[in-house]
């Protein structure tokens, strides 16, 4: 009798729960049942952009995990990438390293990604020797891939820290907005009125219109980043700097155009429906990283 009781409230329980869908999904409006491709992207950049501002001001921690995850996940799609084009990395060291690198800048300062640079180099050389189908290209790949994913973008640390609370995330968070304003401004004004190639064999879609309402977008945050309290810059520095971090956010985008060219990729992976890849979501922010991170640090913005 028990048995047959607990099988009847197991079809009851799964009955109600199949209401509740049906009822979920009548009350659903029409367009969000079969959501565009634009929907999708927005969706999907929404909870990527907001995930990102939580962690960048939250602390130096959430920074941190931040920056951990997203070398990770990068570093997996290069290597993944590299495979279909005949290569063969070491994806659990260099994925390790790529992830450690912020962790070792962190800790240790620029010392740090020296440290980790030194390890890997030293772990890289012994899978050579050992591992007889291994090549001097793929120990090439496997450094790079780290090198690409993890050490440049541990460069947010260094800006991260160079101030007290919030105002090293609010810093870095106005990095973050320039990079994600050159993206957008190029693509906005490049869609409509793009006519010029920029890089046709690279990248087709790109144009110099675009490219120049990119470079615009990013000199209005690097502008905005000078009114943050206890960075000393002044407005042309500002506009100067914004440009030269604009050009290294459209070369870092080329270079991984470049890549999923090479080796048959439309997108990094699948992780960012719409998008594609993580990868194709922070190819700008690698370079940009690390420019910001020294002209903030030379140019005397920043106490190090």
């Known amino acids: 009798m028990s048995d047959r009781t607990d099988a009847e409230l197991a079809a009851a329980e799964r009955s109600r729960k199949e209401r509740l869908k049906e009822f979920a999904q009548d009350k659903t409006p029409k367009k969000l049942k079969n959501p565009t491709n634009f929907q999708v992207r927005f969706r999907t950049g929404f909870i990527y952009i907001a995930v990102s501002v939580v962690c960048i001001l939250v602390s130096e921690w959430t920074t941190l995990a931040l920056l951990v995850a997203m070398a990770g996940i990068t570093a997996g799609e290069f290597y993944y990438m590299l495979r279909a084009d005949a290569k063969l990395p070491n994806e659990m060291l260099g994925i390790v390293a790529a992830m450690l690198y912020p962790v070792g800048v962190f800790f240790l300062g620029i010392e740090g990604a020296l440290y980790v640079s030194l390890a890997l180099l030293l772990a890289l050389i012994v899978w050579y020797v050992f591992w007889m ?20 973008l ?9 101030l007290e609370a919030p105002w090293g995330g609010v810093l870095v968070l106005g990095i973050f907005l320039s990079v994600w304003a050159n993206d957008s401004f190029a693509y906005l004004v490049g869609s409509k009125f793009g006519k010029h190639k920029l890089a046709p064999r690279t990248s087709p879609k790109k144009s110099w219109e675009g490219f120049l309402a990119g470079l615009a977008g990013s000199a209005v945050f690097w502008c905005l980043m000078t009114l943050v309290p206890g960075v000393v810059m002044s407005i042309p520095q500002a506009i100067v700097f914004g440009v030269i971090s604009g050009l290294m956010g459209v070369l870092g985008d080329l270079a991984e155009s470049r890549i999923k060219r090479n080796s048959g990729f439309k997108d990094s992976g699948t992780i960012m429906p719409g998008h594609g890849g993580l990868l194709d979501r ?3 922010l690698f370079l940009v990283a690390v420019t910001s991170a020294i002209l903030l640090v030379v140019g005397g913005c920043i106490p190090y």
């Open 154 to 162: 541990s460069s947010i640390i260094v800006v991260r820290q160079s």
């Open 282 to 284: 922070c190819d700008s």
């Open 133 to 152: 189908r291994a090549r001097v290209p793929d120990v090439g790949v496997s450094f790079f891939g780290a090198a690409y994913c993890g050490m440049l």
